[in-house]
């Protein structure tokens, strides 16, 4: 049986550092990588940290190239359909898969992302 150390080990061993979580502008869409070389979208909502995949579901726009905040939410700059960002729950047409999200951590100032 696993005890909590071991656990917490597990867990951390798929966090990676991405960036200082300042560099994550509040309404703005921070685009990065993750060591795989899966891109990921970065946002900051009000001081809360969240990280989904950064390619749209309906025709492959870069979100944190052609994607904008509104509330708790991206619109994407193509065909302005919208996600949710907390849940990565499609939210207006035409998208209707939803995207990957990510949970995030800021440890120490790092923002961590886990995957
Ligand atoms: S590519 Fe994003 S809405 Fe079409």
Known sequence: METELESMERTLSKLFAICAADEV?????????????????????????????DTCTHEAASLSEEG??????????????????????????????????????VIEGVLHVEH
């Open 68 to 105: 904008m905040v509104d509330d708790a939410s991206v619109v994407c700059g193509w065909h302005l359909c919208g996600f949710e960002i907390a849940s990565g729950a499609a939210i207006a047409s035409p998208c209707s898969e939803p995207l990957m999200t990510y949970p995030v951590r």
């Open 25 to 53: 502008l509040e309404g703005e869409i921070k685009g990065a990588q993750l060591p795989d070389g899966t891109r990921i979208a970065l946002y900051n909502l009000n001081g809360a940290y969240y990280a989904t995949a």
